[in-house]
């Protein structure tokens, strides 16, 4: 009892303070992503590498095509406007274009004050993390999520997906999830823990490249780059730093124009964690 | 069936001050007894209903939400849809028998009793759909606050959890404000009532003798429970709105939508009382208590709180268009013109055209026109929570996710079952207990009756200058 | 009822008598107040009615009745109590970061707290009521049951010398019907 009212009075200024103020961080890292659309192919490897390694299970074409897939992530496809239904050949050449789509990582994320339970919350490692077991699937983060990344188990996935000599092949780093639970990309958080945990046995602090994430080893043309945001001399800083974008604002201060980073939904003040680096192509 | 045509269109007062008391003991209490073969057909109807929701409940435990046809972008659709729905039924019983108590409109007492229990478990109904529609619904207490062992806590943040503290509250509320107030009618029952009934009223009325102090302490506690209530039912449903405005999803982050909620509230409810009325007037032979006047006052009631709730719609709409965020405007131009627009123009239909026949006197006093409008009313109030669910879900931000949804047969079947289920329990507890206050409208009657007199003396005393005889020895009646 | 009698008659009888109307109580009471019944004083009646008649006051006097500070005192600790339970609760959070926003979060404790001093306030006036209505117990004394259906009955305790009195000034307000039992 004197820890729950003494927690209060010793850190109340921490407690209250709000976004504006920097709000209560204390963060070890700042995992962050960065995707380069131009390197971008759209084959499909990264969601292949992330079905393989997070125990993602398939669930067939009738329900995939009902869009109760669990795909955490997704190559978008996208086409230019005014070469939809255009007959001309050119019309593919100069449409299509993909948009690899995961959960973000918010660092003001719509899904965790919604969540009645706290399923969903923010980790001192800056991850906007999935407590599986603790989340009852009243799906009020999916419906508050505008990028709409979560997937929910509609059915007991784990019974069918994974027939007798599969699931074999299951990631035993990871949880099979149970019917009812919300899921989401967790950036490879297995790998995460993993990587920490050999580097404080060999006594280090964690660099930049012990981890990588199942879709950015897997990307043929390495699109994807994955790091500490808070770690100054890591590659995605630097990628971060080089596009003039940052962390915890809804409008980016560019003194160049031409730089081709941007985050999706900035304007909803989610400060999403991934770094898209637009497409480059000849008019 | 002659004398009932005549009374339908006779009436012109609220109720005869010259009824007898010990009628209205015999009325009440036969109502209890043997009510009309009606009655049983609903209540059968109602329970059949009912286990086609257990049926959907156990295939959806067995089998997870996925043949309810959600998907990605549809998380919730028709269960949030249905829970505001009747969260939104419950509201009317509120006003009837608090605001309307506190602004002395007398005419309420022989019909807020079954309002008041209309609340109560259209409470109960709402209540189950939170529930049900978890995915994992055997762990659905871990949104109550309870210490454990491993310190963990709900989060306190999130609009459902103040969901369940808000229903919790107002469902213990309504049930203690329906109970204390039935409390001296119970104690009718029990002095006249034998077998089963007897043990249960006089365990129910917990030794009610009619004592000076107990009706002292009975009239505070029904005005501050009454104060309670009126800012309670408000917040409820401004609660219920703020799991839709406190989300950041075009179409639902709108900042009038408490208000919008609240009179939409008020307005199903009241329509469902009209429908109540006119099934317990038939089943009950009521016709001397549930008069014409006085569903004369509620149709007139409810065509205000139409009207408030068309206003508050348009400024919603309008503020929308104004606001020139495009995800939201989309969204609002889907509703009129995609997919859903059908249930969207019926929804604008019953909502607030249908109403302008309430204008009509001979539409408010034909019962079988008014039964049909009341319940066409609540269907435009049900396609009104589904316009406000679905189509942002189909839409949102993310083009992607962008698309069309219609609900399984699971839902519907939960739907139709939650019908049921209120029907279930409303019908037992008319039959249980009194569903016309019978010591409310003894007062009815008594003030009515001395105003009267009063009255008549003064225009005596104006006429000739002599005080006419003060109190008549009949006033009571025996 | 009977605590401010200062008599040292000791009240021995509880009569009720039954009334067909309001107004005969209510000049029945009238007269007890006035001293026109010797030695009863309106601090001996209970007046039992079918409906309630809040002019009786009038008569009887102002009688205490303590619900509304129940219903004061339960609301104020239902807010207080909810917000100090959920502050206590949000500060020992296992995660602590909550993506930039206070950990104790004002206004959505102030929407709990608000619920719950409604809640904590209709118990508390229901628990008033149960204790001033004296309901719940064994009930005792007079009582008959065509005062739930149209009838007023007055209850006064008595010692065996006031009986006739009063049972003259019942008489003289057509009183329908006497009851009588003794005090043990």
Known sequence: ?283 | MSEQEHLTHEQTRDIDENIAWAKINKDVLKSMENPRAGYWVALVGCMLLFSVMIFAEVWQYNYGMGDALLNTSHMWDLYISTFVFWIGMSHSGTLLSAILHLVHADWRKPIYRFAEAMTTFSLMTAGIFPVIHLGRVWNFYWVMPYMSDRGIWPNFRSPLIWDAFAITSYLTSSVLFLYIGMIPDLAICRDSATGWRKTLYTFMSLGWRGDDAQWRNFRFTYLMIACFLIPLAVSVHSIVAMDFAMALMPGWHVTSFPPYFVAGALYSGCAAIISLFIALRYFFKFEEYMTMPILDKVCKLTFVIAMFWTYLNLIEFASVWYGHDVPAKEVLLAKAFGPYSPFFWSMVVFGSVLPFSLLSKCVRRNMKIMMTVSLLLNVGMFLERWMIVTPTLSLGYHPQAFNVMWPGWVEWAMVGGSFGWFGMLFLIFVKVFPCVSMYEVKEMVYHRKRHAEADEDAMIVLHTGVPGPKKSQETGGA | MSGSTTTSIRKTKRVLGLFSDFDQAFNVITDIKHYKVPGISVDDVTLKSPIEHPEIEEVLGERKCHVPKFSFVGGLVGFCFTFLFLASAQANFLAQPQGGKPVITIPSNIVLAYEMLILFGVLSTLTGFVLGARLMRKPKGLYDTAITVDQIGIVVEVSDDEIQPLKAAFKMHNVLEVHEESLT
């Open chain 1, 1 to 283: 009892m004197p820890s729950l009212l003494g927690n209060i009075f010793k850190s109340w200024s921490d407690y209250s303070k709000g976004n504006e103020e920097g709000g209560f961080h204390k963060y070890e890292h700042m995992y962050a992503m960065a995707i380069d659309l131009n390197k971008c192919t759209g084959c499909n490897a990264c969601s292949t590498a992330c079905y393989a390694e997070n125990n993602l299970a398939w669930v067939g074409e009738e329900r995939f095509g009902a869009r109760q897939a669990m795909n955490w992530m997704r190559v978008e496809r996208y086409f230019d406007e005014p070469n939809i239904g255009n007959e001309t050949s050119d019309s593919l050449d100069h449409g299509a274009s993909f948009l690899p789509m995961m959960c973000q990582h918010c660092s003001a994320a719509p899904c965790e004050p919604v969540c009645p339970v706290a399923a969903t919350y923010h980790t001192v490692d800056g991850l906007n993390a999935q407590i599986y077991n603790r989340c009852i699937g009243s799906r009020y983060c999916a419906n508050n999520c505008p990028i709409r990344v979560r997937n929910f188990n509609f059915y007991d996935n784990a019974q069918t997906a994974w027939p007798a000599p599969m699931d074999q092949g299951l990631n035993p780093d990871i949880t099979v999830r149970s019917k009812g639970v919300m899921e989401k990309c967790t950036f490879c958080i297995q790998r995460i823990r993993g990587a920490s945990d050999t580097a404080k046995r060999e006594g280090r602090e964690i660099q930049d490249g012990d981890i990588q994430t199942a879709c950015q080893q897997t990307c043929p043309t390495s699109a994807i780059t994955f790091g500490d945001l808070l770690d100054e001399t890591s590659k995605i800083s630097k990628a971060w730093k080089r596009q003039q974008v940052e962390l915890g604002v809804y409008k980016q201060n560019k003194e160049n124009p031409e730089m081709r980073g941007y985050r999706v939904y900035e304007e909803l003040n989610i400060d999403t964690k991934v770094l898209y680096l637009e497409r480059v192509r000849e008019v």
